[in-house]
């Protein structure tokens, strides 16, 4: 660490940090140890009496079958997520970069999808799959396939991995162009001199040079898929069919709050918390490592 | 920490090498498929607010716009369906600048203590702070509901803004940046025998400018697109903002959706992001790839 | 903040104390009722309003059945509970075992001096929210029974009799049959397929849903709907949705949309459907008993009403009770209850109320409607038909419908639905149990 500067006193200093840590303290610390002292009970749903379990409802939820498969459909939801939204932004970032012209039109129109809520998001692809109204849906009819996300699980977790992936493409893209418009020319060049094809000088020296920021983006957009994707899949599929896009933050808020659970979903949030802090840790791991490119 | 950000390079040996004619048109062709591609949902949403009701519900819908404009979007800002558009609008601007403003604010404040003061329990502090940054909202909504609950501010402003302004994002991202600021100015300024908050104000917010005005776009679009919190705690209609507020506009029972002016509602709750992110796209593409987070 | 002007409201409303007491009472009544329904309610709450000038009730639509308990609940924690919430049936046992939240129909009439006379309400209507001591917990608003509907226009396009015998499913198998050869595309429709398909069912064919009576008589109950007679119903079903007989369109009442839209030519809904079917089908319609499989059990016995009841809840002062007891009196009086009855298909809730509808006519002028009050009074109720009393039923209903989407999409057999159900379900009765000790 490099020597700093300090200013004398120590009351100004708490009095600027205050504000700060009353905001977290009410507002997280304190729900967050409450979360944890309420995963200890089941209170009813008037909030009138609490009967203490213990891990009770930790042992409810590791025995219940849709509370292990709802791991596994967050699980499988993320990769898609992430692949789905990485693959096509990497691919548009590397043509794009190609261009002297037009690169920057071409992001300002990529832009706006990152700008659209996911909620948002949600109802416009439920707008273009709607089982009644919709035009994606209507032309698949046309051609013999009935779509239908409403009984089909399978379709139902495609549309809502495309609703999420969709405005991930843009974030995506920013980086990646970021990143390639980055890769020292010379090497490149050098390369290309040198003889290698395109593919090959991709392959070789581009991606490698990328391999930074595609870590930074797979970390960001699972943590995405994991949190920031409720709104996705509460306007599309309410979790279903029979649960199978009901990912672990939104079955936190079904058991709560439209089932009255108060006792297991405080058991949820607890163990969400284990794993994103283990995601976190993961994460800062690599950014420690990344101050010193 | 940061990622080399150099301007697209304007010369002919910039990006991978080789530029022959065909390559050109093609990874145009490419990117202007790209572009349709990504833009269609929002193509459509706009063609869908600005037909009839009667257009959508036989299926295929027109793919052109309609001449309803003027008539849905009044529609909607005035009537809404359950609540004015317009109302919805209101609530998340109000919501989505103080979160950003406020956030700002307290994070500017305790970074300068962290920096370049020594204190008490400073540490304690800096790791409390750092913790923050693990959980977001949904791991601790059913005990935060409960604490706003408790203070009397479910369906206030207070309520949607305080608890998403908890988490310490901000503040370490100002601390990274201060740390990267030159002593020398801040011993300068201590020899000269300024006060802390002269050089604060005078120096580093000037030169956090750049910083804070990207982290304004970042925060202002968490804001607007925030679901899941405020669908909890807004009973009131009158107090929805417009992202969760469009879920409620389908109907409950087994009527059909007023599809023109959900997609027109759909259209006016992009449109503020969409417009802050495109007028500060440099500082905010700096500001998200710098900060990423 | 809303801290401050809180604050100067009350001062202000402290100065202003004197005028106050001559400001009307207010009663907040939250429904989960939209359309033509919502409408209806809307008149009640302003013709009691405009009777009187002590009270105001105001009432407020918070979403479908399950998000209007939701609402109140949440309510409840935060202290802004209304005066009366509406809860469906399957909400029942929430409600009753809920002690500090509620405060039973019966004392707040006995406290508010209104007319009430529990004696005055019908038997298979009330029993659901009655206590075993026989005092009414709550008032039963809306109470309805699952019918049969038929497009009768529907059945000439396929060339179908559409006075066709449909008092058993043995006589509608054949029907939906003849129905898919002449070219419907919609033979069979249903809404709310838990209540109809499986909670009537059972009552309809005298067979168990739950042990303990229905969870009438003790905390204790398990499921028991993977008995033969149900699974045997649901096989039928299964083989339907499969070839094409029957088209399943979603949990609540979606169905109901396809059916007054003409596409469908049977329709298994409330008989409360008649208020949307009567002002927008373009087409004659007929109402039928709901079938049953003839030798399965002891059917036909009587069906369990669905719908939902009012409920007073706690935390409020006396002079709103009796605003409260005022208004629930007023909506049983007979006049209210007739018109209510006539003008929606739901089951009048007293005996006057459906004395005075018989004696005006109206059962000859409007061939049908008199199906649903006979389907439920003609037998006197046995053990398994007197209702459902379950914990977390909201829940359990929900794990009802994914497994039998489970069938209609041919991804399970009826039975391995069906167990599923009951392997699911227990433990939900077993942490409500836990919670209410």
Request: charged share 15%.
């Amino acid at each position: 660490m490099e020597k700093r500067v300090f200013f004398k006193g120590w009351l100004l200093p708490l009095l600027l940090i205050a504000p700060q840590i009353l905001v977290s303290a009410v507002f997280f610390f304190y729900p967050a140890g409450q979360a944890v002292w309420q995963s200890l009970f089941i209170p009813d749903p008037f909030g009138l009496s609490m009967q203490y379990v213990g891990l009770g409802n930790f042992k409810y939820l590791l025995s219940d079958p849709y509370y292990r498969a709802s791991f596994f459909t967050t699980g499988l939801f993320s990769i898609l997520v992430t692949l789905v939204s990485m693959i096509p932004a990497l691919f548009l970032a590397i043509v794009a970069d190609r261009l002297i012209k037009g690169a920057g039109t071409y992001r300002t129109m990529l832009i706006w999808p990152y700008a659209v809520a996911p909620a948002i998001a949600g109802v416009l692809w439920l707008f273009m799959f709607n089982t009644r109204v919709g035009v994606v849906s209507w032309y698949l009819g046309n051609l013999g396939y009935d779509w239908n996300h409403v009984l089909n699980g399978s379709e139902a977790m495609g549309l809502v991995v495309v609703s999420s992936a969709w405005g991930r493409i843009s974030y995506n893209f920013l980086f990646f162009f970021a990143a390639l418009q980055s890769v020292p020319k010379s090497i490149v060049d050098a390369a290309a001199i040198d003889g290698a094809r395109f593919w090959r000088r991709f392959w070789t020296i581009v991606l490698p040079l990328l391999s930074p920021t595609t870590f930074f983006l797979l970390v960001v957009n699972v943590v995405y898929a994991f949190f920031e994707t409720f709104g996705v899949i509460h306007t599309i599929t309410s979790g279903g069919p029979q649960q199978s896009t009901t990912i672990l933050v939104y079955k936190v808020f079904a058991d709560g709050f439209v089932g009255q659970d108060l006792g297991s979903s405080a058991a949820q949030s607890v163990i969400l918390l284990v794993v994103v802090g283990a995601l976190t840790v993961f994460q800062f791991k690599y950014i420690e490592r990344r101050v010193h490119y | 920490m940061t990622l080399p950000t150099s301007k697209p390079q304007k010369n002919p040996a910039a990006g991978m090498v080789e530029k022959r004619g065909l390559g050109i048109w093609l990874s145009h062709a490419i990117m202007i498929l790209g572009v349709l591609i990504v833009f269609f949902p929002i193509w459509l949403a706009f063609v869908a607010s600005t037909v009839s009701q009667p257009e959508i519900v036989s299926p295929p819908m027109p793919l052109l716009p309609g001449d309803q404009f003027f008539i849905n979007y009044k529609k909607a800002l005035l009537a809404g369906i359950n609540v004015p558009v317009g109302t919805m609008l209101t609530n998340s601007l109000i919501m989505a600048i103080g979160i950003a403003i406020g956030k700002i604010i307290i994070s500017l404040l305790s970074a300068f203590a962290i920096v370049y003061f020594r204190f008490p329990g400073k540490k304690i502090f800096f790791w409390l702070i750092f913790i923050t940054l693990m959980l977001p909202v949904e791991v601790r909504i059913v005990p935060t509901y409960e604490i706003i609950a408790g203070f009397g501010m479910l369906n206030s402003y207070g309520g949607l803004i305080f608890p998403l302004i908890a988490s310490a994002t901000a503040t370490f991202l100002f601390r990274q940046f201060f740390m990267t600021v030159p002593d020398e100015l801040a011993e300068a300024a201590r020899v000269d025998g300024a006060k802390p908050l002269r050089f604060f104000w005078d120096i580093l917010i000037p030169m956090s400018r750049t910083n804070i005005a990207a982290l304004f776009v970042i925060l202002f679009i968490y804001g607007w697109n925030q679901y899941l919190w405020p669908l909890l705690i807004t009973t009131d209609p009158e107090m929805n903002t417009i992202v969760m507020g469009i879920k409620q506009m389908f109907p409950s029972g087994d009527d059909v959706a007023d599809w023109p002016v959900i997609m027109a509602t759909s259209i006016l709750a992009m449109i503020p992001p969409v417009i802050v992110v495109i007028s500060m796209q440099k500082l905010f593409i700096r500001g998200l790839v710098d900060s990423e987070k | 903040m809303k801290k401050i002007s809180i604050g100067a409201l009350a001062v202000s409303s402290t100065l202003l104390s004197p005028i106050a007491a001559y400001a009307e009472t207010e009663v907040h009544f939250w429904h989960a009722f939209t359309g033509r329904l919502g409408e209806l309610v809307a008149a009640q709450v302003e013709d009691f309003n405009t009777s009187q000038d002590k009270y105001t009730v105001v009432q407020s639509h918070k979403g479908n059945y399950s998000e209007t308990l939701n609402a109140g609940i949440a309510a409840f924690r935060a202290g802004e509970q209304p005066q009366i919430l509406m809860v469906f049936e399957v909400g029942t046992a929430t409600m009753m075992a809920a002690k500090g939240a509620t405060r039973p129909v019966y004392e707040v009439m006995a406290a508010s001096g209104a007319e009430f006379d529990q004696d005055a309400y019908i038997g298979a209507v009330k029993g659901y929210y009655t206590s075993t001591d026989g005092d009414m917990l709550s008032l039963p608003f809306n109470a309805s029974t699952p019918v049969l509907w038929v497009n009768r226009d529907a059945f000439k396009a396929a060339g179908v009799d559409p006075d066709t015998d449909l008092s058993t499913w043995q006589n509608v198998d054949k029907t939906l049959t003849a129905l898919k050869a002449g070219g419907s595309d919609c033979p069979l429709v249903t809404a709310w397929q838990s209540w109809i398909h499986l909670e009537n069912f059972s009552a309809y064919h005298d067979v168990p849903f739950a042990s303990k009576d229905n969870g009438f008589s003790g905390l204790d109950t398990e499921l028991q709907v993977n008995g033969d007679a149900q699974i045997a119903h649901l096989t039928a079903m299964g083989q339907w949705a499969k070839d094409g007989k029957f088209i399943y369109t979603g949990r609540r009442n979606e169905g109901g949309a396809n059916f007054r839209a003409g596409e469908c030519a049977l329709f298994t809904e409330s008989s409360a459907g008649y208020a949307g079917i009567k002002s927008e089908a373009k087409f004659a319609f007929d109402v039928r008993p709901l079938p049953y499989w003839e030798g399965v059990g002891n059917a036909p016995q009587n069906t369990i009403i669905g719908g939902a009841s009012l409920w007073v809840m706690e935390g409020h002062e006396e002079e709103e009770y009796k605003g409260a007891g005022e208004f629930l009196s007023y909506l049983s009086s007979s006049d209210v209850q007739a018109k209510w009855h006539q003008d929606t298909g739901y089951l009048p809730i007293t005996a006057e109320a459906s004395a005075a509808t018989k004696a005006s006519g109206f059962y000859e002028e409007n061939v049908g409607t008199e199906v649903a009050v006979i389907q439920m009074t003609a037998k006197a109720p046995t053990a398994n038909s007197n209702g459902l009393r379950l914990g977390s039923f909201d829940q359990i209903r929900g794990i009802i419908d994914e497994e039998l989407e489970a069938i209609w999409s041919g991804d399970k057999s009826a039975k391995d639905a069906m167990d599923s159900v009951v392997t699911r379900g227990n433990p939900l009765l077993r942490r409500f149990e836990q919670a209410n000790r």
